[in-house]
Each structure stands twice: as C-alpha cells, then as structure tokens.
C-alpha cells in the first residue's frame, strides 16, 4: 500500500478528538490526554464500559430508592435487566475475549508483558458479571413482580462490581506497563511507518 501523503496530527491536534476535559479514565485527561493510536485503542473500549458502568449503577441506585419510596413497578426493573443481559454483559464478555485472544497475544509479540496483578482477574470479573445476570433473569422471569430483595442484591452486586472493573481497567495502564507500552509503542509506530 502506498505512503500518504498526509501528515500524521501532532499529539495535541490528536487529543483534541478526545475532549479530555470530559473523560471518566483516571489515565488520561486534561494534563495527559490521549496522543496517538495507541492510547486510543486502551482508551476508547475502556471509556465505553466506564460510561455504561456509571449508567448501570445509577440505574439500579435509581431502582432501589424506587423501592424504598414504593414508587417502584416492574417494568423499570426488566428494561433494566433486558438491557444488562442483551446489551452491557455480553459487551463486557467480548471486550474481555478480544482482549484476551487478539490484543494481548499482539501486544505480547510486541513487548515483554508484566504478570503483576492489581486486582481480580478477567475471569473473576466476568463471574461477577454473570452473578448479576442471574439476579437480572430471575426479576424478568417474574416479570419485575415482588422482585425488591432482588433489586437490593442487585444495587449491592454492582456496588462492588463497578470499582472492581475501575481498578482493572486502570492497571492496565499503571507507570511500569506505562513505560513498557510507550517503548512499545515507539518500536511498532517505526516499523508500521516504514510498511506504510
């Protein structure tokens, strides 16, 4: 494939894409914004589940004072759990497969990957996961009805859920595998460049 005769944005034409000013990452933000294709393939997958991540906990926060106010009907508690096991969960699942089957090994071949863990692993996570589909298709299989304990266990679920995949989504990019993905990153932006 021939060069392009385009000329590749400076990191800081690269950030503006971004918005930084308005990303939920702990890594990247105003003072260090995303500057290139590499930190936007961790970012931009990581972001989505994020954003979702909040939507899901206030939406369940949101059922559970629904409950304790006995404003509370069924179908608010099925479009939740409908859009969890159709939507979010197994988003969150092929996220983990892709990293797991294409990202890592690629990386892996790229440079040397650190072992240490900073949290639950994928599989916990995902059992996690899956804990609160259940919770979710027993409340559609009694289509939302003297469903309140379930809705309690499922606020509690994700209350510990949600910081378990922050702090697993942030040691993705803690300052060890920083310096190692920027060293690799430096090596595979020159041979991908000289390719092109």
Known sequence: MPASNKAEPSPEDFAKQFHAENLTSSVYGPNNPPKDWADASLLIPHETIRREMD???KSVRKLVSRVDDKSYQGWQAIYFCEWYVDIFEPFVRMHHDIEEE?????????????????????????DML???????????????KNCENYIRDLAMQADKLVPELRVFSRQSICKKRRKRFLRWRENTTRKLTKKW
């Open 102 to 126: 294409i990202f890592f090994p690629w990386l892996a071949e790229k440079a040397t990957l650190p072992t240490k863990k900073y949290g639950k692993s994928h599989e916990e996570l995902l």
């Open 130 to 144: 899956k804990n609160i589909g259940v919770v979710c298709v027993a409340i559609i299989n009694k289509k939302g």
């Open 55 to 57: 939507s899901m906990q």
